[in-house]
């Protein structure tokens, strides 16, 4: 193997590293597509975060300073989650695909400070999806990728043992549990529209796939020594897409923040909430070109091989991509070690933990992992 067969194991490895250490802290979607096959996995994955500013010695100040709380379970998807969220990529993005079966992780952490409440939301749906293959033959397939950018508005209740009824799509749906009497007066403030902002918003991850960077591997080889790929009968070219570098032909890619205040028993409160840039990964069996349909949704036309004349990416993989990808990962680091930076300091003052109910969440607490960016920053 040449340097730059090394050269790509190395970059196609560290997308893939980018998009796991990254996992907390920015909207996920990570999905592997064959066309030789009828369904496919799914990772998508809401991330929020939410600052209360209120006056340090209030009476939201004496409630909340030095405590954290926790809600987390691991449930399966019910009807009601997977319905709802098939029926918006069918009416937004006017798509085929359908969810099949899926399983959640709920994560809502509240941590304490004197003059504020910092919140953070993380919800993870692995699901199967079907339907993604919109036209087949021998040799080329036609594969729908518009309903990436689907956007879950409608409210998404679960039914737990220990939490009673959860609104998991929504920052309200935490303080129900929690506050119910401060999920009310925030309800009833200007900070309603951010309270009820869905979480599951894949808006982002619907950047013109000519905005992606893009990696080919003409001949599998690379792909299949780096063991992050598995051959497909037929292919053994790779196509990978990947979006959340900033740069000036893709564009700036930064954290969507809203702010507004609200009034809360005679105080003053301040609402900031947060969405981190997209980090996304889409990877198809085949070489693939990407296209826009006649209802201008993006599509990828798939072959098993590449076609005569692709400049393989074996015969000299450009310098300018392994820089752009190195940046992508950098700001990756800086953002997490931003984002995690205010929690740990919080963590060092002496705090009471207060878990809801006795017993523990459905599906066990959700362990705290030693991989970076992994879990709640809380």
Known sequence: MNISAVLLVCIISAIIVAGVTSHAYAVQFTV??????????????????LTLSYPAGGALSNQFNGKSQHVRFTMSAPDNVISTINQDIASEKQSPVRITNATLEYNGDMLGQADSLLVSYKLDLKAFISNYVLQSSSNNSVIDLNWRSVIVNQPLVVDTPNYGKVNINAPIGLFQVTHPALAQQLLNSPAADIMQDPILNFQTIGAPMDNWHFLFDPTGSIAGASGLFSQQPGSRA???????????????????VRDASA???????????STPPPSAQIQIAGFSKTQKSANGGDIAYVSAQAPAGTV?????????????????????AVFVLFKSRSPKTARA?????????????????????????????F
Request: glycine share 18%; no cysteine; charged share 15%.
């Open 32 to 49: 592997f597509l064959s066309p030789k096959t009828s369904t496919a996995s799914v990772d998508l994955t809401g991330v929020r975060f």
């Open 238 to 256: 790779v196509s990978v897409y990947a979006l959340g570098e900033s740069s000036l032909r893709e564009g700036t890619y930064t954290e969507q």
């Open 263 to 273: 009034t809360v028993n005679g105080e003053t409160v301040g609402v900031h909430a």
């Open 312 to 332: 393989t990416a074996t015969g000299g993989f450009p310098t300018q991509v392994l820089l752009v990808f190195g940046g992508m990962m950098g700001g990756i």
């Open 349 to 377: 003052t002496k705090t009471h933990e207060t878990d809801l109910g006795k017993s523990p969440p459905v599906g066990g607490d959700a362990p705290r992992s030693g991989r970076v960016g992994e879990g709640s920053p």
